[in-house]
């Protein structure tokens, strides 16, 4: 047995129902250009999982028949599924918004000098992970260098009118703390990092989004070997509110792997939980019917008390007040 399996088998966490579907969150594969000591996916270089392009048309099969509004692009580094552009393409065309969660160092890759254009022209709305405003945090939680590629990432966004009132085009910034930590206030954290990029480098966004690291995975392996696993979790039990619970993303999202199975959140999907309205042995995309889902039940365990400590976690954000 690990060191973290005895805190997720409390399972506590209150139960929650789904609200209406609107965001279909979907994790085209694992390769990343990036290997991030935080990243709860462990995606990096060498992982050969993929969404195929049979996958992708199931998923545009199922927007075509469910009440989903938005299509939310992650990875690994999505951008790096062949389907990517095709899938973005489509989904555009049906009129549904499309978000990416861009690392903003694969804009300055090899054969991606064009991805922020593309983008562009799609008016796709760009989520981007910086994890904090200052160099030596940035390269110390995802790799040397990492922090002067991601400025100029978002200098050639901003060229292109991303983060620019009046563009249309949506730039929003993440953060997430460096350790075992809840995330500060967003709304003066986010003042801080325009401040900051403003004045050094000349950057603007629109939004800041703060967002608990989960102990899932890579993440979770670090604070089980310093110790620290069992105090961490019992902070964000500690930290609890039952307000937050009315805005968690799954109420409203389903969050799709790779291979087309379907969960309640992506930190699920890490974990191999199955959607709560589904089988244990899993639901493919293909055969999710969307009126399932209306008040069906959503699995939970300890992890996700990540999502309700403090002023709330989710993908978009905090979701409560300081």
């Known amino acids: 047995m690990s060191a973290i399996e005895p805190i997720l088998k409390r399972n506590d966490f209150p139960a929650i129902r789904r609200a209406p579907l609107r965001t279909l969150q979907v994790n085209l594969g694992y390769i990343c250009n990036q290997t991030c000591f935080h990243c709860h996916v462990n995606a990096g270089p060498n992982r050969k999982e993929i969404m195929n392009r049979e996958t992708v048309d199931e998923l545009l099969r199922f927007i075509d028949r469910s009440p989903v509004e938005t299509l939310d692009l992650t990875g690994g580094a999505p951008e ?12 555009r065309e049906r009129g549904i918004t499309v978000m990416d969660r861009c690392n903003l160092t694969i804009l300055e890759q090899p054969g991606y000098e064009d991805l922020g254009n593309f983008l562009a022209d799609h008016q796709v709305q760009v989520v981007a992970s910086l994890p904090c405003y200052m160099e030596d945090n940035v390269n110390s939680q995802r790799g040397d260098g990492v922090f002067q590629a991601s400025i100029a990432g978002l200098r050639r966004l901003n060229a292109l009118g991303y983060g ?21 206030s967003q709304q003066e954290l986010e003042l801080a990092y325009k401040e900051h990029l403003g004045r050094e480098f000349g950057v603007v966004f629109n939004d800041l989004f703060t967002i608990a690291n989960m102990p899932i995975n890579r ?14 979790m019992q902070l964000l039990r500690d930290a609890h509110r039952d307000e937050n619970l009315e ?44 009126a399932s889902l209306d008040g069906a039940a959503i699995s939970v365990a ?11 976690s989710s993908c978009g954000g905090a979701l409560g007040g300081d």
């Open 80 to 91: 790096m599924n062949p389907h990517f552009r095709y899938l973005v393409q489509v989904a």
């Open 164 to 184: 620019r009132e009046g563009s249309g085009l949506s730039l929003s910034l993440v953060y997430n703390p460096l350790g075992p930590t809840l995330p500060p």
């Open 219 to 232: 993440f979770a392996k670090t604070l089980a070997k310093q110790g620290r696993h069992g105090a961490y």
């Open 247 to 290: 805005a968690v993303m799954c109420r409203s999202l389903v969050s799709v792997d790779w291979r087309g199975y379907v969960y309640d959140c992506d930190f699920n999907q890490m974990l191999h939980m199955p959607l709560g309205a589904g089988p244990a042995s899993g639901t493919h995309i293909r055969d999710l019917q969307p």
């Open 302 to 312: 300890d992890h996700c008390f990540g999502c309700t400590a403090g002023q709330g």
